[in-house]
C-alpha cells in the first residue's frame, strides 16, 4: 500500500467544516492522505491520534483522513462530499483525537444524518 498527500481533500475538508459550522474542528489539526493498493472495502476512513500521544510525546491530538483511491475516486462529486462529511462526523466535538463510533447515545452517523448536513451546504 502506498500514501501521499492529499491537498485536494484538505482543501475540501477546510470548505465543509466552515460551511458547517464544525468550529470545534482544528483543521490545522487534520491530516489528509491518498491510499493506493488497500484491500480493504471501505471508500475512506479516518484515525484519531489521542490526547496520550500529547501527554507522553507532546503531539497535539490530530485526526488523517484516508481516501482510498480505488473507490473514493470513482465516486461521484456528491457522494465524495458525502464520504468526507460522514468521515467528519467521527470526530467528537471535544477534539480529543478520539472518535465517535456510528451509533452512540446522544448521536447516529448514517447517511441520514450525513444528508441532513449535506442540505446545508446546498442553501
Known amino acids: 500500500m502506498q500514501y501521499t498527500r492529499a491537498p485536494e481533500i484538505k482543501k475540501t475538508i477546510v470548505y465543509?467544516?466552515?460551511?458547517?459550522?464544525?468550529?470545534?474542528?482544528?483543521?490545522?489539526?487534520?491530516y489528509?492522505?491518498?491510499?493506493?493498493?488497500?484491500?480493504?472495502?471501505?471508500?475512506?476512513?479516518?484515525w484519531g491520534m489521542p490526547k496520550l500521544f500529547n501527554e507522553v510525546v507532546g503531539i497535539k491530538?490530530?485526526?488523517?483522513i484516508e481516501v482510498i483511491s480505488e473507490r473514493f475516486d470513482r465516486q461521484s462529486d456528491e457522494d465524495q462530499i458525502k464520504?468526507?462529511?460522514h468521515e467528519l462526523m467521527h470526530i467528537p466535538k471535544t477534539f480529543s483525537g478520539s472518535l465517535l463510533s456510528h451509533?452512540?447515545?446522544?448521536h447516529r452517523i448514517n447517511d441520514?444524518?450525513?444528508?441532513?448536513?449535506?442540505?446545508?451546504?446546498k442553501i
Open 16 to 30: 465543509l467544516v466552515q460551511k458547517l459550522a464544525m468550529d470545534y474542528i482544528s483543521v490545522d489539526q487534520i
Open 112 to 121: 441520514t444524518e450525513v444528508k441532513k448536513l449535506l442540505k446545508k451546504l
Open 32 to 46: 489528509c492522505i491518498r491510499s493506493t493498493g488497500s484491500k480493504t472495502r471501505a471508500i475512506a476512513r479516518i
Open 61 to 64: 491530538p490530530s485526526y488523517i
Open 103 to 106: 451509533r452512540g447515545r446522544y
Open 83 to 85: 464520504t468526507l462529511i
